[in-house]
């Protein structure tokens, strides 16, 4: 038994105060430790390999202060060993919202984090930019 054992929920909730609280162990016992796990920022490369991937996470945790995140779960889908959520996250003072879909799937250490993807929402029409025709 490990860290995590009872829902993918709480490895979520593990996921997400790793982030918070800039805390790279928290972040590492939260993955799952296996070459084909990835991970996907906003407009950046994925991140493939559990060493790729952390080292990737060290680079942001230790980069950064400490700011509020929050996230808000959109929807769950279980099946057997395997959850993926869809996620709202909300960061910093300045409200940045990004959208992520994690997987989570059950090992014999516990529920571990299997791929972490997540991209900026399309801007609301408001924000559109608008397009002049060119001839």
């Not at 230790?62 to 709202?88: F, P, W």
């Not at 992520?100 to 799937?105: E, G, K, P, S």
């Not at 250490?109 to 791929?115: A, F, H, I, K, P």
Request: charged share 20%; glycine share 6%; with cysteine.
């Amino acid at each position: 038994m490990g860290y995590f054992e009872n829902s993918s929920d709480e490895a979520e909730s593990s996921f997400y105060s790793a982030f918070e609280n800039l805390d790279l162990d928290l972040m590492k016992a939260t993955w799952h430790q296996a070459e084909n796990v990835y991970c996907i920022h906003p407009g950046g490369p994925a991140q493939t390999g559990y060493d790729d991937v952390l080292s990737h996470w060290a680079y942001i945790l230790g980069d950064n202060q400490a700011t509020k995140i929050e996230y808000r779960v959109i929807s769950v889908q279980k099946h057997e060993n395997i959850a993926i959520h869809l996620v709202e996250e909300t960061i910093g003072s300045e409200k940045i919202v990004v959208i992520a879909t994690n997987t989570y799937i059950n090992t014999d250490l516990g529920w571990r984090l299997y791929s972490h993807h997540a991209s900026l929402p399309p801007p609301l029409k408001e924000e559109a930019i608008e397009v002049h025709p060119v001839h």
